[in-house]
Each structure stands twice: as C-alpha cells, then as structure tokens.
C-alpha cells in the first residue's frame, strides 16, 4: 500500500443539507454552497500543491483527523481532546470527500472502502486544520513514492 498525507490548513465545514423550493408546478432541490465551497476550494489547492498528477482510481482508505478551532474559556484543559460539539463528523466527511473528489484526487468517493475519522480541538498553538491519510495500490504494482509520501 502507498501512503500519502495531506494537510488542508482550513477548518472543515459541514455539508449543508439539501433544500427545496417550488418553481411553478415543478420543485427544485439544491445544496446550498455557503461556507462549504470556499473549505472544497482549499482542499483542492491543497491536493493540487502537495500532490498533483495524482488520481486514485481504485480502492482507497482513509484517515482523517479535524483539528477544531478553540472557542471556550477552558482552552488549557481542552486541547488535543475530542471535539463533542456540532458541527456533525459525518456532515463534515461529505464536504471533505466531495473536495477530494473536485481536485481530481478520487476518481469518485464510492472507491473509498475504509475510513477512520476523528474530530478534536486543536493542540495549543496549532491552527484549524484537517489532515488526510489515504492508502493505496499502485494499479501496475510498482513500489513507488508520490509526492506527499512520507
């Protein structure tokens, strides 16, 4: 397995939920873009500076940790410990992949066949940021290094 490492240095943002609104007979249902697109485009500036011409077309796993803005009081007891407050893991994986998938990073999400995620508040002096271990197959079998590697 080939292991490469991203750091998108931008707090993660949820998916917002779909909406729907009536178009004369007809009902249109979006997804509001907000702050969601702005944390894709960082995503996908990240892949494409730390590991370009790379496309995953096959099975992937995944890793991803959040590292959480601090915003209490309590800062000194909390860092580094898990973040239990909105916004939703799951809410903020949707928007993560959907970013790997626009850089061209995945060939789509449904390749990914495991995923690990953690959310938690920043370390003290750490800033927001999200970090991503994927693993791989080289298709033609050759142990190689992509860029990211480490």
């Not at 916004?87 to 061209?104: A, E, F, H, Q, R």
Request: glycine share 6%; net charge neutral; aromatic share 4%.
């Amino acid at each position: 397995m080939i292991e490469i490492k991203i750091i998108v240095p931008e707090q993660a943002v949820p998916q917002p939920r779909p909406r729907a609104r009536r178009l004369g007979n007809r009902v249109q249902v979006y997804v509001p873009k907000g702050k969601s697109a702005s944390y894709r485009k960082a995503i996908k500036a990240a892949v494409l500076s730390q590991c370009p011409d790379l496309v995953i077309e096959g099975h992937c796993e995944m890793d991803i940790t959040f590292a959480m803005r601090m915003t209490t009081k309590n800062r000194k007891a909390m860092h580094g410990t898990p973040h239990l407050r909105r916004p939703d893991i799951d809410n903020m994986l949707k928007t993560t992949l959907d970013g790997l998938v626009d850089s061209g990073l995945l060939t789509d999400d449904s390749i990914v066949a495991g995923l690990n995620a953690r959310k938690r508040w920043c370390e003290e002096g750490e800033q927001a940021a999200t970090y991503i271990l994927v693993e791989y197959e080289n298709p033609e079998g050759e142990e190689t290094s992509p860029p990211g590697t480490h």
